[in-house]
């Protein structure tokens, strides 16, 4: 029962291209969400976050869309870099879900310089 | 000066045997976590301690037994080790339970043959 879904296991992009990665939920409780950035044999650190009373939450090169009737979010890496690649995984909390944190199985990004 | 460690990072063991895997954190967090990444590379919560209370308990063995002896410990003993509890296990920290940034530590990969 797999409440955070990311569907593409990986994704290749060009330096300096735009990153796009997807995650979708089925749990209507979740009202906010993160990413998280993970290198191998390291743990995943904390890159951003969207309350659902946003739509859209910027940081940097870092821009996380939220589409609440869709039960979509999406983060956009603009430019990517050499150094963003890692697994990026998704996840979700609310209050009235017992402020547990729902990862997604992540994204492999690879972007080539 | 590492916010969250965990000790051993890596724990070969035979089936039966039982190990404890510790986590300490040094950035005054009130609520501390262990995640288990399976192989198809999900993240799920195992237990929560908030401030040296039980405060989640997911659906695990009763073999897995979390001991918080104060709020910058958490510490996870495991009795009775299947060949199933082969994962990576990763202590996680927060202010706040559920939202903001976790900070994770590096994760612990257990093997038991």
């Known amino acids: 029962d797999q409440q955070v879904k990311q569907n593409s296991p990986s994704l290749s992009v060009q330096e300096g291209r735009i990153s796009i990665l997807n995650c979708d939920y089925t749990?209507?409780?979740?009202?906010?969400f993160l990413w998280y950035k993970k290198y191998p044999a390291e743990g995943p650190t904390f890159l951003i976050s969207?309350?659902?009373?946003?739509d859209k939450n910027e940081d940097g090169r870092f821009t996380v869309f939220l589409n609440k009737s869709a039960k979509h979010l999406s983060l956009h890496i603009v430019p990517s870099q050499p150094g963003d690649s890692a697994v990026y995984f998704c996840?979700?909390?609310?209050?009235?879900?017992?402020?547990?944190?729902?990862f997604g199985a992540g994204t492999i990004l690879r972007v080539k310089s | 000066d590492t916010a969250v460690s965990q000790t051993p990072k890596y724990l070969v063991t035979q089936m039966g045997n039982d190990k404890s895997i510790k986590c300490e954190q040094n950035?005054?967090?009130?609520?501390m976590y262990w995640y288990k990444q399976d192989s198809k590379k999900f993240l799920k919560i195992m237990f929560s301690?908030?401030?040296?209370?039980?405060?989640i308990n997911e659906t695990v063995p009763n073999r897995f037994s979390p001991k918080s002896p104060d709020k910058a410990h958490l510490n996870l003993h495991i009795n009775s080790l299947e060949l199933g509890d082969s994962a990576v296990y990763f202590c996680?920290?927060?202010?706040?339970?559920?939202?903001?940034?976790?900070?994770f530590g590096s994760g612990t990969r257990l093997t038991v043959v």
């Open positions: 301690y908030n401030n040296k209370e039980l405060i």
């Open positions: 749990n209507s409780m979740f009202d906010y």
């Open positions: 996680a920290s927060s202010q706040v339970v559920g939202f903001g940034g976790y900070t």
């Open positions: 950035l005054g967090h009130d609520t």
């Open positions: 996840a979700a909390s609310g209050m009235e879900y017992g402020n547990k944190l729902v």
């Open positions: 969207i309350s659902s009373i946003k």
